[in-house]
């Protein structure tokens, strides 16, 4: 069965702190991967895309790393700060669609 | 500015009464999609459009309709809306259904079925 689990569910730390979020696939075929950015009442926001050939994407201080071969991928965060509360969302896309993870809720506290 | 724009953003209503959240898109997208964001759930399809007069289920169609008479325009009809479709539906469009091409989101309408 195409899953995406994401953990942990939620997450607080302090501002400045560095954290990293984790994603295991069983989707298949696999395309690529997306990590999305869904602020409190807004829509998704798509960080990074990977497909199946790339290890490490940036985006600022945002990356993303993705391991093929045992189907997990990571988003970490660096020096966080306030404006990065919010939603973060794993999606795989399969050839005739896309998994959705559930999703880790992200806490920022002065 | 390049959108997707969704409305009402919230709505209350009664179990049975029609309506219509309508979706518009001005980046001349061909594919477009509606899903439904619930608590524990994550986001879930609910239909999809790949081009004009041309749509197809996801994977939670039950008690939903949908059209894609023009591009820009693919509007979400509950015929006799029900509590448990109480829920924040979003409505995206990408460029085409390359699994490349990035989606985006409109801002979402909360839903409540009383």
């Known amino acids: 069965k195409n899953q995406v689990e994401q953990s942990p569910q939620s997450l607080i730390i302090l501002e400045g702190k560095n954290c990293t979020l984790q994603c295991n696939y069983t989707v298949s075929p696999f395309s690529n991967l997306r990590w999305y950015k869904q602020d409190t009442g807004r829509g998704p926001v798509s960080l990074t895309i990977m497909t199946f050939s790339e290890n490490t994407k940036s985006n600022g201080r945002y990356t993303a790393t993705l391991d093929a071969d045992t189907k997990q991928s990571s988003l970490h965060i660096t020096a966080s700060q306030l404006s990065d509360s919010a939603s973060y969302i794993c999606?795989?896309?399969?050839?005739?669609?896309?998994?959705f993870g559930k999703g880790t809720h992200l806490i920022i506290q002065p | 500015e390049a959108q997707v724009t969704q409305n009402p953003r919230y709505l209350i209503t009664v179990t049975g009464k029609k309506l219509t959240v309508t979706c518009s898109q001005n980046?001349?997208?061909?594919?477009m999609s509606w899903y439904r964001q619930d608590p524990g759930l994550g986001l879930r399809q609910i239909y999809y459009s790949m081009n004009v007069e041309v749509t197809d289920k996801g994977d939670v169609p039950e008690g939903y309709k949908v059209s894609r008479k023009e591009k820009r325009n693919f509007p979400l009809i509950l015929e006799s809306p029900s509590p448990n479709q109480t829920s924040l539906y979003f409505c995206?469009?990408?460029?085409?259904?390359?699994?490349?091409?990035?989606?985006?989101f409109g801002p979402g309408t909360r839903l409540t079925v009383t």
């Open positions: 980046m001349n997208h061909e594919y």
């Open positions: 995206a469009s990408k460029y085409s259904r390359v699994s490349s091409h990035e989606q985006y």
């Open positions: 999606v795989v896309t399969r050839a005739d669609g896309l998994t």
